[in-house]
């Protein structure tokens, strides 16, 4: 069963850092085209950062910017998420999803080639 698991969430003070991980389970990334949303309360999901199977094309929301980089170690089957200067606008329920024809420069959670989502997992940014 192919399956995405997403860790490294919790509360932090604005101004802070935290680092998401997603491992994906049951079949290896390499091939895959990898995605970072999140969805805070009462607001659409969003594309936060993308990346290419092979690591050469990143794609990242304007809000991130200069914030957050992503990264992938395809030997560890896993993409990450570096995210720092949090403030109270990054707070979400952060997903990864993947898929081998998704595109990656329009990152985009609605992209029909998304073929694989994790569960989630929450950041709070809170003083």
């Known amino acids: 069963q192919l399956q995405l698991v997403e860790s490294g969430g919790g509360l932090v003070q604005p101004g802070g850092s935290l680092r998401l991980s997603c491992e994906a389970s049951?079949?290896?990334?390499?091939?895959?085209?990898i995605g970072w949303f999140r969805q805070a309360p009462g607001k659409e999901r969003e594309g936060v950062s993308c990346i290419n199977s092979a690591g050469g094309t990143t794609t990242y929301a304007d809000s991130v910017k200069g914030r957050f980089s992503i990264s992938r170690d395809n030997a560890k089957n896993t993409v990450y998420l570096q995210m720092n200067s949090l403030n109270p606008e990054d707070t979400a329920v952060y997903y990864c999803?993947?898929?081998?024809?998704?595109?990656?420069?329009?990152?985009?959670?609605?992209?029909?080639?998304?073929?694989?989502w994790g569960q989630g997992t929450a950041v709070t940014v809170s003083s």
């Open positions: 999803a993947g898929g081998l024809a998704f595109y990656v420069k329009d990152c985009q959670p609605t992209d029909r080639y998304l073929e694989v």
């Open positions: 049951g079949f290896s990334l390499q091939s895959y085209n």
